[in-house]
């Protein structure tokens, strides 16, 4: 008597001599294995197997078309470890044996066959089976904690960044809506340059953090209302370093080390004259250039207690003017496009009223 933990596994047989499959699964059925089915017709058999689920598969060779050798090349894509095959023929010739054994068979039995022996290699093969299944129900089990873990983990990375996004902005003439504006545009730009959408999400939460240095600048500068001078200016341009040591992290999650970059590089320019490294084109990273991009157009459409809104057409001109200088010229090109939609957005997410 086969163990109870087989009473249920499927046990498909194939032979086209019908007998053949009577004495196999009556003989099964006699050992505890209650879910047998069997196929005197070949190419049913290979229909139903490429189509259900099963445990293991007790296959002739020598049949009509398809015969047992066709069956396995059809079936070679299987796990042969959650799907054994034990093949059960009067072929026993080391040729056959060896080209069944070669296509994927686990198992070869020849005829007749000794029905102690045939039980013995069913209860080897289906503890094969089972095993296997196991392994991937517990891979699976593992693989969605890890999601689950990866999803709680993203979520305590994001809420860190909105703190520290809303502790700078208490130090800041920026408001809430301000660096909303920019993650949601930042997302935007991104998904139609045909990023993928973990990226496009990386940027929308890590976009609104590009000015969290600013936390690490005195009031008496950052708050100035008038012009700066040239050492408070130069003492200003610290806060992209600044920004990147609060976010750099030794062992950062994909957020953090974007949050890093933007904060670092989002004052770069395209041609070189940005600050703080003086990176031209391409080397300043590709979230920088979008978030510059967006910053600055954000900043010329809201008020500001020293400047009014500028018209949309003139800070659409001056995007267009500065493209090769301080912005990617493709981003420029692509931004075109997508005006409207940014629009819309920073009037459904406006301070005051702009003007058009």
């Given at each position: 008597?086969?163990?109870?933990?087989?009473?249920?596994?499927?046990?498909?047989?194939?032979?086209?001599?019908?007998?053949?499959?009577?004495?196999?699964?009556?003989?099964?059925?006699?050992?505890?294995?209650?879910?047998?089915?069997?196929?005197?017709?070949?190419?049913?058999?290979?229909?139903?197997?490429?189509?259900?689920?099963?445990?293991?598969?007790?296959?002739?060779l020598?049949?009509?078309?398809?015969?047992?050798?066709?069956?396995?090349r059809?079936?070679?894509g299987?796990?042969?470890?959650?799907?054994?095959?034990?093949?059960?023929?009067?072929?026993?010739?080391?040729?056959?044996?060896?080209?069944?054994?070669?296509?994927?068979?686990?198992?070869?039995?020849?005829?007749?066959?000794?029905?102690?022996?045939?039980?013995?290699?069913?209860?080897?093969?289906?503890?094969?089976?089972?095993?296997?299944?196991?392994?991937?129900?517990?891979?699976?089990?593992?693989?969605?904690?890890?999601?689950?873990?990866?999803?709680?983990?993203?979520?305590?990375?994001?809420?860190?960044?909105?703190?520290?996004?809303?502790?700078?902005?208490y130090?800041?003439?920026?408001?809430?809506?301000?660096?909303?504006?920019?993650?949601?545009?930042?997302?935007?730009?991104?998904?139609?340059?045909?990023?993928e959408?973990?990226?496009?999400?990386?940027?929308?939460?890590?976009?609104?953090?590009?000015?969290?240095?600013k936390?690490?600048?005195?009031?008496?500068?950052?708050?100035?209302?008038?012009?700066?001078?040239?050492?408070?200016?130069?003492?200003?341009?610290?806060?992209?370093?600044?920004?990147?040591?609060?976010?750099?992290?030794?062992?950062?999650?994909?957020?953090?080390?974007m949050?890093?970059?933007?904060?670092?590089?989002?004052?770069?320019?395209?041609?070189?004259?940005?600050y703080?490294?003086g990176?031209?084109?391409?080397?300043?990273?590709?979230?920088?250039?979008?978030?510059?991009?967006?910053?600055?157009?954000?900043?010329?459409?809201?008020?500001?207690?020293?400047?009014?809104?500028?018209?949309r057409?003139?800070?659409?001109?001056?995007?267009?003017?500065?493209a090769?200088?301080?912005?990617?010229?493709?981003?420029?090109?692509?931004?075109?496009?997508?005006?409207?939609?940014?629009?819309?957005?920073?009037?459904?997410?406006?301070?005051?009223?702009?003007?058009?």
């Amino acid at each position: 008597m086969l163990s109870k933990d087989f009473h249920q596994s499927r046990v498909v047989i194939v032979d086209d001599v019908v007998a053949n499959n009577r004495l196999l699964e009556s003989s099964l059925k006699a050992f505890g294995l209650r879910n047998t089915i069997s196929f005197s017709d070949s190419a049913a058999a290979l229909e139903w197997l490429q189509h259900n689920p099963w445990n293991l598969l007790l296959l002739d060779l020598d049949m009509p078309p398809p015969n047992g050798f066709e069956i396995l090349r059809c079936l070679a894509g299987r796990d042969r470890s959650a799907s054994p095959v034990i093949i059960i023929t009067a072929l026993s010739d080391t040729v056959s044996r060896r080209t069944g054994l070669e296509l994927g068979a686990n198992d070869y039995l020849s005829k007749p066959i000794d029905l102690p022996e045939v039980i013995l290699r069913v209860r080897n093969n289906l503890q094969l089976s089972r095993a296997s299944q196991d392994l991937q129900t517990a891979n699976q089990t593992l693989e969605q904690k890890v999601r689950e873990r990866t999803a709680q983990l993203n979520h305590s990375h994001g809420a860190l960044m909105r703190t520290l996004t809303r502790a700078a902005g208490y130090r800041d003439s920026e408001t809430g809506n301000h660096i909303t504006r920019i993650g949601e545009s930042a997302a935007l730009i991104a998904r139609a340059v045909g990023m993928e959408d973990e990226w496009v999400e990386l940027i929308r939460q890590a976009a609104p953090m590009h000015d969290v240095g600013k936390i690490g600048i005195a009031d008496h500068i950052l708050l100035k209302p008038g012009q700066l001078t040239e050492q408070e200016r130069q003492t200003m341009q610290e806060h992209p370093q600044i920004g990147y040591s609060i976010l750099h992290d030794e062992h950062p999650s994909a957020l953090t080390h974007m949050a890093a970059d933007i904060a670092l590089y989002h004052h770069e320019k395209w041609d070189g004259s940005g600050y703080p490294k003086g990176l031209s084109g391409e080397q300043i990273p590709l979230s920088a250039r979008i978030v510059a991009l967006c910053d600055v157009y954000d900043a010329l459409r809201m008020p500001r207690p020293y400047k009014a809104a500028w018209p949309r057409e003139k800070a659409q001109g001056y995007l267009r003017e500065q493209a090769g200088k301080h912005f990617d010229p493709a981003l420029v090109t692509l931004i075109e496009g997508l005006y409207e939609q940014i629009e819309a957005l920073q009037s459904a997410l406006s301070d005051c009223p702009q003007e058009d």
